[in-house]
């Protein structure tokens, strides 16, 4: 049974855990964590879902991502989330998400990092992932068009690409 931590919207824990599944009180939020990893050519790393996972079933997806559990740190749950669903083994100690979005239940935080990776070498978790490869913004793009990747909003996607190599919302 996995447990996660319970924060305020002041993102302070509160105290508190909650099973997953459970549904959690308004006003009480959890972490998750998305990693995307872009390789020289500017591609990202993208994996296809199991068919048997529940939620977005089939679909393609960014890199990794999953739910901080009790005890982690978002850099923590990024480093075991990368390292379960693909077996790269990564250091997050030093590094701050790009981004973070609100959602109704907790927060997004996203990774992004450069990272060169030998899809062969990859040990990919039977339970989550059915397959990876590297993919354009583009090729992102025509793929939620056509049903085959998760619906993200196009400019989310958008700005994972522009701006992976710097933080903040302003070119400098």
């Known amino acids: 049974m996995e447990k ?7 993102r302070q824990k509160i105290g508190k855990q909650a099973t997953r ?3 959690l009180a308004k006003g009480e939020f959890h972490v998750v964590i998305h990693v ?6 500017g591609e990202m790393l993208i994996q296809q879902r199991q068919p048997f996972k529940q939620g977005w079933s089939n679909l393609w997806d960014i890199t990794c991502g999953g739910s901080a559990i009790a005890g982690d740190t978002s ?8 390292f379960e669903e693909l077996g790269i083994q990564y250091d997050f100690e030093n590094i701050r998400p790009q981004l973070t979005i609100n959602f109704e239940r907790g927060f997004d935080d996203y990774y992004l990092i450069e990272h060169e990776v030998d899809l062969s070498a990859l040990i990919l978790q039977p339970e989550e992932v059915q397959a990876v490869k590297w993919a354009s913004q583009e090729e992102i793009f025509t793929m939620m068009e056509d049903g085959t990747f998760i619906p993200y ?15 903040g919302s302003i070119r400098l």
């Open 4 to 10: 996660w931590d319970i924060y305020d919207q002041h």
């Open 21 to 23: 599944g459970e549904e």
């Open 36 to 41: 995307c990893i872009f390789n020289s050519k």
């Open 75 to 82: 850099q923590q749950a990024a480093a075991r989330e990368l």
């Open 153 to 167: 909003y196009k400019s989310i996607i958008g700005f994972l690409f522009e701006g992976r190599h710097h933080y």
